[in-house]
């Protein structure tokens, strides 16, 4: 099996902390740094080869690749994305397409979460794209938000929406037969506006008419780091899985 990790963006929110650092390095603890985290749960699951898409300091994640592949068993690929600074991931994903182009599995590299939410997406046992969505706790302002659709599928995806079933935490599976529709949903949506969210694509796909699922996470502690009180939330938790 095989994964993508998206960590190619430059964290301004934290400051100092990621000024020459990509924040999928900045330490948990004894667990070690949030990508190794990532890669521990992708390995749980006995995924093989992961794509890590790099893009700001990329340099820092190239020359751990060697200890991070003993580390956690795994083979990694980095996957250069030299506009990660000027667009945002719809690009970096659509750069990832052949690492996905026969299914896999899609982790953000700044969600701290445990090895049960890739196992849930694992449970669906479906080709197609299945979301992992915290339905626990109304989605706050700035959370990917989803609407689900009568017979449970994905409606609308976007941060904007007023209402939602949930949220979507940065971590999916793309099975084989999804794979070529979001790469070219990817495309059409970076081309249209570089500045948009990988999630964008994924409203294209249902605009397109595909069928994208969610998979519920339950209620386990999970978060987005983003900024100072993300990050103190992410070793507060870390240490739990």
Do not use: C
Request: glycine share 10%; charged share 25%.
């Amino acid at each position: 099996m095989k994964a993508v990790v998206l960590a190619a963006g430059p964290g301004r929110r934290l400051g100092p902390l990621t000024r020459e650092l990509p924040k999928t390095l900045l330490p948990l603890g004894e667990s070690g740094t949030i990508l190794d985290l990532v890669l521990a749960n992708l390995a749980s699951v006995r995924v093989e080869e992961v794509a890590v898409v790099t893009g700001f300091a990329a340099g820092r994640v190239d020359e751990l690749v060697p200890a991070l592949e003993e580390r956690h068993g795994l083979r990694l690929s980095p996957v250069f994305n030299e506009r990660a600074e000027e667009w945002n991931n719809a690009h970096s994903l659509w750069l990832a397409r052949e690492a996905f182009a026969q299914g896999a599995l899609l982790v953000n590299g700044d969600t701290v979460h445990p090895v049960s939410v890739e196992t849930a997406l694992l449970a669906e046992q479906g080709d197609g794209l299945v979301l992992a969505v915290d339905s626990s706790k109304p989605p706050g302002e700035e959370a990917m938000k989803v609407a689900l659709g009568g017979d449970g599928a994905v409606e609308r995806i976007s941060k904007g929406l007023a209402e939602a079933d949930g949220e979507y935490i940065g971590v999916a599976l793309i099975g084989p037969a999804a794979a070529a529709p979001l790469a070219d949903a990817l495309e059409a949506t970076w081309r249209r506006d570089p500045s948009l969210y990988y999630e964008d694509a994924f409203q294209e796909l249902v605009a397109r008419g595909e069928t994208v699922r969610t998979a519920p996470i339950g209620s386990v502690d999970w978060v987005e780091v983003d900024d100072d009180a993300d990050l103190a939330r992410a070793r507060e938790i870390a240490w739990r899985y």
